[in-house]
């Protein structure tokens, strides 16, 4: 009965996913037809949009834990994706220009796509079918419940530490995602999600 649900989630998410895209020849190829995981997650990389940018993660969260392991690449360039979608060279430097304080840091991180990904993957009311990320990919090396995980040196921190950003905006980076994971009421609405 699990995986049926998690199979009708998929279903909403591809109707939801084609509805977003644009009218073109190659919606109209698919749009009539059952599109596996992975072509999901594709689109949603493909499109370069904030919206399906968190949808992929979605997909991932209603498949397999074997489906997660097998497509572990893709996964990570999933958080790739999403954390080109904000400019964060640039809220790096308002930061540091108009002195942010912790709270005004805090507001601004929640907004980020980053920190949606992250509370949508790790945080506590995070939900998949079976596993769940941290099995796959741990947000922060050194917390990795996994010791096979901790050897290969993979974790949503290292996918961090690879973009161009990093040497200035690298500590906000890693504040949005754990941010994420302990995310407390704060009146900020989170980003739109199909499945609600």
Same mark, same amino acid.
């Given at each position: 009965?699990? $995986?049926?649900?998690?199979? %009708?989630?998929?279903?909403?998410?591809?109707?939801?996913?084609?509805?977003?895209?644009?009218?073109? +020849?190659?919606?109209?190829?698919?749009?009539?037809r059952l599109l596996p995981p992975?072509?999901?997650?594709?689109?949603?990389? +493909?499109?370069?949009? $904030?919206? %399906?940018?968190?949808?992929? &993660? @979605?997909?991932?969260?209603?498949?397999?834990?074997?489906?997660?392991?097998?497509?572990?690449?893709? %996964?990570?360039?999933?958080? $790739?994706?999403?954390?080109?979608?904000?400019?964060?060279?640039?809220?790096y430097e308002t930061s540091i220009?108009?002195?942010?304080? @912790?709270?005004?840091?805090?507001?601004?991180? $929640?907004?980020? !796509?980053?920190?949606?990904?992250?509370?949508?993957?790790?945080?506590?009311?995070?939900?998949?079918?079976?596993?769940?990320?941290?099995?796959?990919?741990?947000?922060?090396?050194?917390?990795?419940?996994?010791?096979?995980?901790?050897?290969?040196?993979?974790?949503?921190?290292?996918?961090? !530490?690879?973009?161009?950003? &990093?040497?200035?905006?690298?500590?906000? !980076?890693?504040?949005?995602?754990?941010?994420?994971?302990?995310?407390?009421?704060?009146?900020?609405?989170?980003?739109?999600?199909? !499945?609600?």
């Amino acid at each position: 009965m699990k $995986r049926i649900d998690a199979d %009708l989630k998929i279903l909403k998410l591809q109707e939801e996913i084609l509805n977003f895209l644009p009218d073109d +020849k190659e919606k109209r190829s698919i749009e009539n037809r059952l599109l596996p995981p992975i072509n999901l997650i594709e689109l949603c990389l +493909k499109s370069q949009s $904030r919206e %399906l940018s968190l949808w992929a &993660f @979605d997909v991932f969260a209603w498949t397999s834990s074997s489906f997660l392991k097998c497509n572990r690449s893709l %996964l990570e360039e999933c958080w $790739r994706n999403v954390t080109n979608q904000d400019d964060w060279g640039k809220i790096y430097e308002t930061s540091i220009a108009e002195g942010w304080s @912790d709270e005004e840091t805090i507001q601004v991180l $929640r907004e980020t !796509m980053l920190f949606q990904a992250s509370n949508r993957c790790y945080g506590p009311e995070a939900e998949t079918f079976e596993g769940g990320f941290e099995e796959v990919l741990p947000l922060r090396q050194e917390s990795s419940e996994f010791p096979t995980l901790k050897d290969t040196g993979l974790s949503v921190e290292a996918i961090l !530490m690879q973009h161009k950003d &990093f040497p200035d905006a690298g500590k906000l !980076m890693l504040t949005a995602i754990m941010l994420g994971t302990a995310q407390v009421d704060s009146g900020i609405e989170e980003g739109p999600s199909p !499945m609600e």
